[in-house]
């Protein structure tokens, strides 16, 4: 559970005033990397610790032009288990540095309140005491 919150912490998405209405913020949790080992272990926190069943969890990823979209489609699939109904439109950015040489970025999100206001305080209570700075 340390690590979920850990990469939630550092990696995440922190809440953020919606621009749409006065005094309205957004609460989702996201986390965003290139790494599929981290964004497995944050999968299996939310799925394990949070009970949040694959069905709620939405997908995202980017990659760079030429770098093999479906098979990086299938891949991240295969990592995450979440169905590719459940993915957003790939964003494709110009051409990268390292054009077919890497997996892309994915983002996993998940919707609800409550379920940020769980998290962070969860994140509070096993968290709040190490990042005190006298």
Request: net charge positive; glycine share 8%; with cysteine.
């Amino acid at each position: 559970m340390l690590i979920g919150l850990i990469i939630w912490w550092c990696e995440g998405t922190k809440i953020r005033k919606d621009k749409r209405w006065k005094n309205s913020f957004v609460k989702v949790i996201e986390v965003t990397n290139c790494n599929h080992e981290l964004i497995k272990i944050f999968i299996d926190f939310l799925k394990l610790d949070l009970n949040i069943p694959v069905s709620k969890m939405k997908a995202q990823i980017q990659v760079h032009r030429g770098d093999g979209v479906k098979k990086i489609e299938k891949f991240w699939q295969s990592i995450t288990g979440i169905p590719k109904i459940q993915f957003n439109k790939t964003i494709i950015r110009e051409v990268g540095h390292k054009p077919g040489k890497n997996l892309g970025t994915f983002k996993v999100r998940v919707y609800g309140r409550d379920l940020f206001d769980k998290l962070q305080s969860m994140f509070t209570k096993e968290l709040g005491d190490l990042l005190i700075i006298e």
